[in-house]
């Protein structure tokens, strides 16, 4: 059974149509990508997945149809978005941050807390070293492992990331890739967004394209990386 | 002027500095958190000096009725703004907060007012019965504007300040209440003379001001307040009923506000209409230290006390003049120095 399972969804803002029926499903422990070009919904896709816009159509969360529930409740129910802005506490030191993560379980106790804690510097050693350090004063690429870490705290079933690799470095754009290949073993499933689609297109077991707020394409990645038409809008001619 | 009139000057004016003060972090806090602009505060400090003041005298306070009042209006409200949700578990804990508290409330106020319970107990009541206002006017009156832009939010905290001040007649009458102060004690410090009430005022606000301080930076409840006052998205992202926050800010607002009633009303007579003059000095001093930090809040507001027990003395016809313009060489220069006032969103 999905994990996700989005249907016919609709979003417009103000009138203008952003998404136009776009259906999609994420697999228990799949990692599954949408790439497209600036502006074709994709952010947007997310956001209304988590409750942030309101939309059109149904959306699945395991058995639970999400229909009118709040997003603290789809995070109570085991769903995390990281956001194209990352939407961190700037001026909340880098562990208040990663423990307001841990928000859902909060009457799981300290220890847990800790525990879950423990993983995610695990996960990202430089976050350990900036425990103290506020949030606002990291690089863009500690922000970006942090949003991913605040996330994981929760220990979501689904996680949605929007364009992780957004403004970084190519050695650090490898680092969360790792990262996305090596969270695929603790058996998350991961919604994944990006503007880097041979990078995306290798991780993913499943692949959407998505243009001017309708899905075009969708598949397997192995056969979207092989298909001409990507190979010649998305992936270029010359290996990244 | 000699040294002993400036002392004692300076002891008054830090005296009701610390009052503003409380109230100045009480509505940094709400704006933080809600955006709201929460004018209606000092209806706060009317209501618990008046409440105060009644169970003082051994009468069953109005403003009992008022809460039983707000309880149902927030129910109703609940309900409306709920309507579709079948959650049982919501519905249970609305009805708790809006109907079951306050008519508990009023119980045990009709039970232990005639009694006369000592000034402990009728402190405690009447917090009880005000504290409570102020989160069922959240759910009443912001709740459902939640994602309306500061302006709006503003204009109905003015609304709501009127409301109140009407239902404040009422309820409680034209005549102005005082009551006897918490201790009768004079401390004498060299040339100056501490009255108790003036120590009470300053313990309890050191001791609030610790409290908060405390509660923001150890409790994950005051942790999950300012991550919703720093960004408002990325706690509801993490799972943080936001409303909830709101709710929380409101209630310590409340709270505030009754208490520094409580505090005053031994100090002068409090009308059901006094509390906005009190409110605007807080919020004078929360506009001072920029509506957005703690401590420039605090310092502010013992500013503004000081100011105004120097303008009393010199220039009492002045006096409010003189506070109130105080605020704008701030802004002015504030405004030089940033540029824009748009800074932070
Ligand atoms: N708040 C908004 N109000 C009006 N239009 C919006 C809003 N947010 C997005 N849009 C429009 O909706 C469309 C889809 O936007 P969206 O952010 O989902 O694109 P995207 O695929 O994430 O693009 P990018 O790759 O640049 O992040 C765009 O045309 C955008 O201009
Ligand atoms: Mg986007």
Same mark, same amino acid.
């Given at each position: 059974m999905s994990v996700l399972a989005i249907d016919n969804l609709s979003v417009a803002y103000g009138g203008i =149509?952003?998404?136009?029926?776009v259906s999609l499903a994420v697999g228990a422990g799949q990692i599954v990508t949408v790439i497209g070009p600036n502006g074709a919904g994709k952010s947007t896709l997310l956001n209304a997945a988590m409750g942030i816009l309101p939309a059109g159509g149904t959306i699945r969360f395991g058995d639970t149809?999400?229909?009118? !529930?709040?997003v603290a409740a789809r995070v109570q129910a085991g769903m995390s978005l990281v956001p194209?802005?990352?939407?961190?506490?700037? =001026? !909340?030191s880098v562990e208040d941050n990663l423990r307001l993560g841990f928000y859902r379980h909060r009457g799981a106790g300290r220890r847990a807390m800790l525990a879950a804690l423990e993983e995610v510097f695990a996960l990202f050693p430089r976050l350990r070293e900036r425990r103290?350090?506020?949030?606002? =004063?990291?690089?863009g690429g500690e922000r970006q492992m942090l949003a991913m870490g605040r996330a994981l705290m929760a220990r979501p079933r689904l996680l949605m990331l929007d364009e992780p690799s957004l403004g970084l470095a190519p050695l650090i754009v490898r680092d969360i890739f790792h990262t996305i290949t090596a969270l695929r073993k603790t058996g998350v499933a991961i919604l994944l967004i990006e503007q880097n689609a041979r990078a995306a297109l290798q991780v993913a077991d499943h692949a959407y394209v998505l243009e001017t707020g309708r899905v075009t394409f969708a598949g397997d990645s192995a056969a979207l990386a092989a298909d001409p038409r990507i190979v010649e809008m998305y992936l270029g001619k010359n290996p990244g | 002027m000699d040294s002993t009139i400036l002392l004692i000057l300076l002891q008054d004016g830090a005296v009701n500095g610390a009052i503003y003060a409380l109230l100045a972090l009480s509505l940094v806090l709400v704006f933080a958190v809600t &955006?709201?602009?929460?004018?209606?505060? $000092?209806e706060f400090v009317a209501y618990g000096a008046l409440t105060y003041a009644a169970l003082d005298g051994g009468q069953l306070p109005g403003s009992v009725w008022l809460l039983c009042g707000l309880g149902v209006a927030a129910f109703i409200a609940g309900l409306w703004q709920g &309507? $579709?949700?079948?959650?049982a578990g919501l519905l249970l804990r609305l009805g708790l907060e809006t109907v079951l508290l306050p008519g508990a409330v009023a119980l045990l106020a009709i039970w232990l007012a005639p009694l006369k319970p000592g000034m402990l107990v009728e402190v405690a009541l009447t917090l009880a019965i005000v504290t409570p206002m102020s989160p069922l006017l959240y759910r009443i009156a912001f709740q459902p504007l939640a994602d309306a832009p500061v302006l709006v939010l503003l204009i109905a905290a003015v609304a709501l300040h009127l409301a109140l001040t009407g239902l404040g007649l009422v309820f409680f009458g034209p005549e102005g209440f005082r009551a006897p102060a918490f201790s009768e004690a004079i401390l004498t410090v060299g040339p100056l003379t501490i009255p108790g009430q003036a120590l009470w005022i300053g313990g309890l606000t050191l001791a609030l001001m610790v409290a908060l301080f405390g509660f923001f930076g150890r409790t994950l409840t005051g942790k999950a307040l300012r991550a919703t006052a720093v960004n408002r998205l990325g706690a509801r992202l993490v799972g943080i009923p936001t409303e909830r926050a709101g709710l929380i800010a409101f209630a310590l607002a409340g709270f505030i506000g009754a208490l520094s009633g409580v505090l005053i009303v031994p100090l002068t007579t409090v009308y059901y209409d006094s509390g906005f003059m009190i409110g605007l000095r807080g919020f004078t001093a929360a506009i001072i230290g920029g509506l957005g930090s703690y401590p420039g809040a605090v310092l502010a507001a013992v500013l503004v006390g000081v100011a105004e027990s120097f303008s009393s003395f010199w220039a009492s016809a002045f006096k409010e003049v003189i506070v109130f313009t105080a605020i704008i060489p701030v802004l002015l220069w504030r405004s030089l120095r940033h540029g824009s006032t748009e800074e932070e969103e």
């Open positions: =149509t952003a998404l136009d029926g149809n999400l229909a009118g !529930m709040k194209e802005k990352r939407e961190l506490f700037a =001026t !909340m103290r350090q506020d949030a606002g =004063t990291l690089s | &955006r709201v602009i929460y004018v209606a505060q $000092g &309507r $579709g949700q079948t959650d």
